[in-house]
């Protein structure tokens, strides 16, 4: 059974650089850092696209629930990776509609329960537009973060 889970969130162009940075702040070790042509390219691509991210995060509950399940997350001791978070942007207008997203149950479980993962994401809001993070849950409905 799939599950999926976003955190989706508008920005300017100008906060392109910040938002990068922030996302930079938490890849695993050997990821190739974003920088803002990426994010401006992955906004203007004519097919679909995302890139795939390694988010590193402290160990909370939910995420040594994974790291159980799932011992390849574990980056080092209290370090999870959620190695499967992909990235996609749209251009509207001026702006950007950012989504971070996974389709993995156990990832996409993380992202809803973990308090990690949602202080990470919800401090995205300082990049945001109007100050804010949508969660949207499997059924595509939008809340609040």
């Known amino acids: 059974m799939a599950d999926?889970?976003?955190f989706e969130l508008t920005v300017s162009h100008a906060a392109l650089p910040g938002l990068a940075q922030s996302i930079n702040a938490r890849l695993a070790p050997g990821s190739e850092p974003i920088s803002t042509a990426d994010l401006q390219a992955l906004a203007q691509s004519t097919k679909p696209s995302?890139?795939?991210l390694s988010l590193i995060f402290p160990s909370d509950q939910a995420l040594s629930v994974l790291a159980l399940e799932h011992p390849e997350q574990v980056v080092q001791p209290g370090s999870v990776a959620l190695a499967q978070v992909f990235l996609a942007a749209t251009t509207c207008a001026d702006r950007?509609?950012?989504c971070f997203f996974s389709?993995?149950?156990a990832l996409a479980s993380a992202m809803r329960e973990s308090g990690e993962v949602r202080s990470f994401f919800a401090s995205l809001r300082e990049h945001a537009i109007d100050a804010q993070?949508?969660?949207v849950n499997e059924w595509h409905e939008?809340?609040?973060l």
């Open 4 to 6: 999926s889970h976003a």
């Open 103 to 105: 389709t993995s149950r």
């Open 96 to 98: 950007l509609d950012v």
């Open 133 to 135: 993070v949508r969660e």
């Open 50 to 52: 995302e890139l795939r």
């Open 142 to 144: 939008s809340k609040l």
